[in-house]
């Protein structure tokens, strides 16, 4: 069974760049067969979709969010890692990572979710 | 980009009571909407898949469904342990969205 789990720091300062990274266990991360998401929900707040990667390096991101976010997978250490630069308070969240399959999108499983507060 | 619209935004019911969220899409999301649960301090858990078929291990008193812009999320029988908030979900098109959530209150 695959599981995911965040990890990264909790604590960015204003203007710096945010950086988690989620570990894939029980599969691989290599299978064509799966998109690799971040996915983000501020405190008491609604889910947010960040955007999504492929093992080969296709890449969707939230268009108001291009310019500052990358995600990057590293197929040789099953992991896939989120960036966002510039941060501001609002993007101060928990932040899950989740697989969706390729071929008829539903994430499926999701992270425990780590919590990132922006803040100096 | 596509607007999902929750309602309600709360709701308060009584156990054994049948239980009816809406979901509505701003265009034709085909059955591309999903359910999900989350409770407090919880990753959201899939409940319906592809606007009515179930997802594994969900309890068959969850059901889905609706096409096109609507779709209802029922809970026949709520008990105790289906307090929590409903997300719907589309994945008809980039970029993916969720709707604000339905809070239910046992």
Same mark, same amino acid.
């Given at each position: 069974?695959?599981?995911?789990?965040?990890?990264? +720091?909790?604590?960015?300062? +204003? !203007?710096?760049?945010?950086?988690?990274?989620?570990?894939?266990?029980?599969?691989?991360?290599?299978?064509?067969?799966?998109?690799?998401?971040?996915?983000?929900? +501020?405190?008491?707040?609604?889910?947010?979709?960040?955007?999504?990667?492929?093992?080969? =390096?296709?890449?969707?991101?939230?268009?108001?969010?291009?310019?500052?976010?990358?995600?990057?997978?590293?197929?040789?250490?099953?992991?896939?890692?989120?960036?966002?630069?510039?941060?501001?308070?609002?993007?101060?969240?928990?932040?899950?990572?989740?697989? =969706?399959?390729? !071929?008829?999108?539903? +994430?499926?499983?999701?992270?425990? =979710?780590?919590?990132?507060?922006?803040?100096? | 980009?596509?607007?999902?619209?929750?309602?309600?935004?709360?709701?308060?019911?009584? %156990? /054994?009571?049948?239980?009816?969220?809406?979901?509505?899409?701003?265009?034709?999301?085909?059955?591309?909407?999903?359910?999900?649960?989350?409770? %407090?301090?919880?990753?959201?858990?899939?409940?319906?898949?592809?606007?009515?078929?179930?997802?594994?291990?969900? %309890?068959?008193?969850?059901?889905?469904?609706?096409?096109? #812009?609507?779709?209802?999320?029922?809970?026949?029988?709520? /008990?105790?342990?289906?307090?929590? #908030?409903?997300?719907?979900?589309?994945?008809?098109?980039?970029?993916?969205?969720?709707?604000?959530? #339905?809070?239910? /209150?046992?």
């Amino acid at each position: 069974q695959v599981q995911l789990q965040e990890s990264g +720091p909790g604590l960015v300062k +204003p !203007s710096q760049t945010l950086s988690l990274t989620c570990t894939v266990s029980g599969g691989s991360i290599s299978s064509g067969s799966y998109y690799w998401s971040w996915i983000r929900q +501020p405190a008491g707040k609604g889910l947010e979709w960040i955007g999504r990667i492929q093992s080969n =390096g296709n890449t969707n991101y939230k268009s108001s969010l291009e310019g500052r976010v990358t995600i990057s997978i590293d197929t040789s250490k099953n992991q896939f890692s989120l960036k966002l630069s510039s941060v501001t308070a609002a993007d101060t969240a928990m932040y899950y990572c989740v697989r =969706g399959r390729s !071929s008829g999108w539903y +994430p499926d499983p999701w992270g425990q =979710g780590t919590r990132v507060i922006v803040s100096s | 980009e596509i607007v999902l619209t929750q309602s309600p935004d709360f709701l308060s019911a009584a %156990p /054994e009571e049948k239980v009816i969220i809406t979901c509505r899409a701003s265009q034709s999301i085909g059955s591309s909407l999903h359910w999900y649960q989350q409770k %407090p301090d919880q990753s959201p858990k899939l409940l319906i898949k592809f606007a009515s078929q179930s997802f594994s291990g969900v %309890p068959s008193r969850f059901s889905g469904s609706g096409s096109g #812009t609507d779709f209802t999320l029922t809970i026949n029988s709520l /008990e105790a342990e289906d307090a929590a #908030t409903y997300y719907c979900h589309q994945s008809a098109s980039l970029p993916l969205t969720f709707g604000g959530g #339905t809070k239910v /209150e046992i």
